[in-house]
């Protein structure tokens, strides 16, 4: 069964850095099949999608794409020794007041889909 | 805001059926399959409908999904209170270098 729990900060003053860590459980972030993504939730935006990292053995190498709402001030790396993966957002002002989520993605041979979701981090951004 | 476009609610009584519709375009609907989550409050997002209309194992025959050019539907049938949630449906989008986009949300309420 795969887990992930996530910690972080649930306070950040507006234009620091948000950052959150995801560790995993039962599946390993160095995974060829699978990646690994931060989804946030917030009244004002509904769902969104941040962005996501992931590792392709075949060409022995680390991808991370992003969202274009946020690209620029987003990275999100993994971090194999621990089995984990990490979210930064850098300037971050009160639209970034959310609920994020760390989420792994699957494909499959019908489709693919978000099927292990953290426990979910209220991060509140304010002075 | 949300490029996918579905209705604030839908409402009905215990053992009637309720559709939710999700409206979305060529780049990303019309192209790409789409994947339904049902959300209970506090909780995070759970996987319905993927594929368009596959159900994971443990989903009940009372959810389906289908799909029609650049629109997509979710239909619950014998409604239940326990079905009583927000709905939302997602799929990449082709658009803006790619991108997973959600629809913006559908409340169902067991009358």
């Known amino acids: 069964q795969v887990q992930l729990q996530q910690s972080g900060p649930g306070l950040v003053k507006p234009s620091q850095t948000l950052s959150l860590t995801c560790a995993i459980s039962?599946?390993?972030?160095?995974?060829?099949?699978?990646?690994w993504n931060w989804i946030r939730q917030s009244p004002s935006r509904g769902l969104e999608w941040l962005g996501r990292t992931y590792y392709r053995s075949k060409l022995s190498r680390w991808y991370s794409d992003y969202a274009a709402s946020v690209k620029g001030r987003i990275t999100i790396n993994p971090e194999t020794s621990q089995n984990q993966f990490f979210l930064q957002l850098n300037s971050v002002t009160p639209e970034d007041t959310a609920v994020y989520y760390c989420?792994?993605?699957?494909?499959?041979?019908?489709?693919?889909?978000?099927?292990?979701w953290g426990q979910g981090t209220l991060v509140t951004v304010s002075s | 805001q949300s490029v996918l476009t579905q209705p604030p609610s839908e409402s009905g009584t215990p053992g009637q059926g309720v559709t939710i519709s999700c409206s979305g375009s060529?780049?990303?609907?019309?192209?790409?399959?789409v994947n339904w989550y049902q959300q209970l409050p506090g909780t995070a997002p759970k996987l319905l409908i993927y594929?368009?209309?596959q159900r994971p194992s443990g989903v009940p025959e009372r959810f389906s999904g289908s799909k029609s050019g650049t629109s997509a539907s979710l239909a619950i049938s014998g409604l239940r209170s326990e079905d009583e949630a927000d709905y939302y449906c997602?799929?990449?989008?082709?658009?803006?270098?790619?991108?997973?986009?959600f629809g913006t949300g559908t409340k169902v309420t067991v009358l």
């Open positions: 039962g599946d390993s972030v160095s995974s060829s099949i699978v990646t």
């Open positions: 989420v792994r993605y699957v494909a499959v041979r019908t489709g693919w889909y978000f099927d292990y």
């Open positions: 997602v799929v990449w989008d082709d658009s803006l270098n790619g991108r997973y986009v």
């Open positions: 594929g368009d209309h």
């Open positions: 060529s780049s990303n609907i019309g192209s790409n399959t």
